[in-house]
């Protein structure tokens, strides 16, 4: 039987549009290197979500391209023709099947892309800046191809719908190409889609227009569309907690059922551009009030983790890391067993863990990013 203290964790969630979580622990966005090269999702891969579906309320996918020029990862799953339909639709109907909510990432990665993965290897972004020396330098997107790609967004949102989903997550977050036009380190244009703070939001709130348009023609009032945002950059110039509340304030505007907050540590505190030492979660709750509901996310490990973290207000929790290194983390606190949580990848068991080759070998060789690899 659950401790009671943990019953916040698993009161139910109603986004406005009416559409019920049955708990408030949502799986996060995570890439897996593991579909096939031609853009559709592996045996693999579905099993790897149907171990982790069902415990929590809703699962957000992988990262999906919505055009060919967006592709970020080898072995990303494609949304950017109508032949990945099917295989978009395999995932979500595995996500479903297990009983919980299934959220399409879309996604363009901007600057970021390994130039091998695209075509011509012609890197766009919002400017010719690239992210780091060393780098590939990026060509900047003409007006009519930032028209297009706003358009592929709303395509993409179209396949979600067709191929099931329950709604799709915006990614605006982790210096990819939403967040590139709204950084003032990528994005040094001049015309309508740059210079000003407010022309730097452009982009994203035409993005998010494009989707919520795609929703009102193909969908009904119960998709669900969130906008995942990082709320600062740490290059000069680069993005402020100043100019997120204001990106926060233009996206409250939008009636999305959802912000998800992108971060490593929940508890972070913000850098620069607020008067202001709480966690930055803290400060971006209150200020989206009750417009729109909040997702937390970062190094949430343990059942006492996620209820110091709901404690805050913040309505929703994503686990990441967590959920791959043990997928029954939402089952043993529901029956009790919190205290057999494991919160350190266990590097034999990777078959009982159900992770694919490629995620695998990328969390071995990465010493420090998953507790248990040093
Ligand atoms: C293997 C892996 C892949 C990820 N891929 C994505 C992604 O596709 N999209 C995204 O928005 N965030 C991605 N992230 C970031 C996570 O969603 C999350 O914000 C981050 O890992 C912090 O949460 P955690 O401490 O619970 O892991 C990824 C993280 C990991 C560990």
């Known amino acids: 039987m659950m401790n009671e203290k943990y019953a916040p964790l698993f009161k139910p969630f109603s986004f406005k549009n009416g559409v019920e979580l049955k708990n408030r622990i949502v799986m996060a966005p995570m890439t897996n290197f593991s579909s096939n090269p031609d853009g559709t999702v592996t045996d693999e891969e579905i ?15 992988a990262c999906t391209n919505v055009t060919a020029n967006g592709k970020g990862f080898p072995g990303e799953f ?51 800046i690239p992210s780091a020396e060393g780098k590939p330098v990026p060509r900047l997107l003409t007006t009519s191809e930032v028209e297009s790609i706003i358009r592929d967004f709303g395509e993409a949102t179209r396949r979600a719908i067709e191929a099931g989903y329950d709604g799709v997550e915006i990614h605006g977050a982790n210096g990819y190409l939403i967040q590139q036009f709204f950084s003032p380190h990528a994005n040094r244009r001049e015309d309508e889609w740059g210079g000003s703070l407010e022309k730097r939001m452009a982009f994203p709130l035409a993005v998010v227009d494009s989707v919520k348009k795609a929703v009102a023609e193909h969908a009904d009032d ?17 993005i402020t907690m100043a100019d997120t509340l204001c990106l926060v304030d233009a996206l409250s505007e939008k009636e999305l059922d959802y912000l998800h907050v992108s971060l490593m540590d929940f508890w972070s505190e913000p850098r620069r551009g607020v008067d202001d ?36 207000g913040v309505p929703l929790i994503a686990l990441g890391r967590e959920l791959i290194i043990d997928p029954d983390w939402v089952q043993k606190i529901e029956q009790g067993k919190e205290t057999e949580i494991v ?32």
């Open 222 to 238: 119960s998709f669900i569309v969130g906008y995942r945002f990082s709320p600062e950059e740490p290059e000069t110039p680069g």
């Open 343 to 374: 919160t350190k990848i266990d590097k034999a068991k990777q078959k009982e863990l159900v992770v694919p080759d490629p995620l695998w070998n990328a969390i071995i060789n990465s010493p420090g990013w998953f507790p248990g690899v040093e």
């Open 277 to 312: 030492t709480r966690p930055r979660i803290e400060i971006i709750q209150e200020r989206t009030g009750d417009r729109v509901p909040v997702i937390g996310v970062g190094s949430i490990y343990t059942a006492e983790d996620a209820l110091k973290a709901v404690q805050t």
């Open 47 to 61: 099993r790897y979500y149907e171990r982790r579906s069902g415990g929590v309320g809703m699962v957000i996918t």
């Open 78 to 128: 494609a949304g950017d023709t109508d032949e990945m339909i099917p295989s978009l639709r395999r995932l979500a109907e595995a996500i479903k099947a297990k009983g919980s909510k299934a959220i399409l990432q879309i996604f363009h990665g901007g600057r970021e892309v390994p130039p091998e993965l695209v075509p011509n290897g012609d890197v766009v972004s919002a400017s010719d």
